[in-house]
């Protein structure tokens, strides 16, 4: 955890002092992450670390550089999970990354995606302030949603230092249903 | 969608889509589907009486909506998403020290 906050005080530094910047992770997805001409890219995946986990809450708090795989698997000891199926963690994805991008899977259709499960965030913000918003309980109304504001931000608006998530119970069981149907000639056309 | 078919939006799950189509499909309808087939959008064929939908869905324990009216294209309104970017920005990232939105 020490080495975490040491992290974060170099990033802070970095915003306050060194050139236009693009804050990445593991780099999954090189579409969003390759910095262009005059622009250095920030490394931040060794933030990484689950900070608070109560599984009686449902809610948990890691550093963004966490991999989802690491945090898929400190959840399932529990017989929880992140219910909107985010994308990646087999090619090493970070949290950050996740909801920077906002990328999540088929799950997203039944339980919501990434906005309806991140609750609380902190970022360092482009004069090097380290931003809270939201918070560590679902229950959590105070200020403005600067969670919301984060997704799909794709390292434009700030650094994902720390997220808070809730997250679901595993399922007792589950299916996959395949539909075979023929398509139709009018639910072609553009 | 096919001319003078009535469209009804089905709230549907997934265990449901095969009942579904077998039962459209005996009266001329077509259905497509979104957010992973949780909701299927029929176009019901205009000669065909409502209630034969209603008691096709009912069968399947389903329930659906009939939209009527004319289709209106959207009142055009300033970009909110542009509106609240410049602000956003000032407030957070004032020296331009990310790449633009």
């Given at each position: ?11 802070r ?19 969003l992450?390759?910095?262009?001409d005059?622009?250095a ?8 670390g689950?900070?608070?986990y ?19 698997a ?5 017989g ?35 906005r309806?499960f991140l ?6 913000d ?20 600067l ?20 997250v ?7 299916a ?10 009018w639910?072609?056309?553009? | ?21 077998a ?11 979104s ?19 209603h008691?096709a869905?009912?069968?399947l324990?389903l ?22 970017r410049?602000?956003?920005?000032a ?7 990310f790449?633009?939105?």
């Amino acid at each position: 955890m020490s080495l975490a906050i040491e992290g974060v005080e170099v990033l802070r530094e970095a915003m306050r002092q060194g050139p236009r910047v693009l804050p990445h992770g593991a780099g999954t997805k090189p579409a969003l992450s390759t910095p262009s001409d005059g622009t250095a890219p920030l490394d931040v995946s060794g933030l990484s670390g689950s900070l608070e986990y109560d599984p009686s809450e449902l809610t948990v708090t890691a550093l963004a550089g966490t991999p989802v795989a690491e945090f898929a698997a400190a959840l399932a000891e529990h017989g929880q999970y992140l219910p909107f199926d985010p994308l990646g963690s087999a090619a090493g994805a970070t949290l950050g990354g996740v909801v920077a991008a906002e990328t999540s899977g088929p799950n997203a259709f039944r339980h919501g995606g990434v906005r309806d499960f991140l609750i609380g965030v902190r970022f360092i913000d482009g004069t090097g302030k380290l931003v809270r918003g939201g918070g560590k309980v679902v229950k959590n109304a105070a200020g403005i949603d600067l969670p919301k504001l984060m997704i799909g931000s794709a390292g434009r608006l700030g650094v994902l230092v720390q997220l808070s998530f809730k997250v679901f119970p595993w399922l007792d069981a589950t299916a996959t249903v395949a539909v075979c149907r023929r398509t139709h000639a009018w639910s072609r056309s553009p | 969608m096919p001319p003078h078919a009535r469209v009804v939006k089905v709230a549907v799950i997934a265990r449901r889509v095969a009942g579904l189509e077998a039962a459209l499909a005996a009266a001329g309808a077509r259905a497509r589907y979104s957010l992973g087939a949780n909701v299927a959008w029929v176009a019901w064929p205009g000669d065909r009486p409502l209630p034969q939908l209603h008691a096709a869905l009912e069968a399947l324990e389903l329930a659906g909506m009939v939209l009527t009216g004319a289709a209106r294209p959207r009142p055009a309104r300033p970009n909110e998403r542009r509106c609240l970017r410049h602000p956003v920005r000032a407030a957070i990232d004032p020296h331009a020290r990310f790449l633009k939105v």
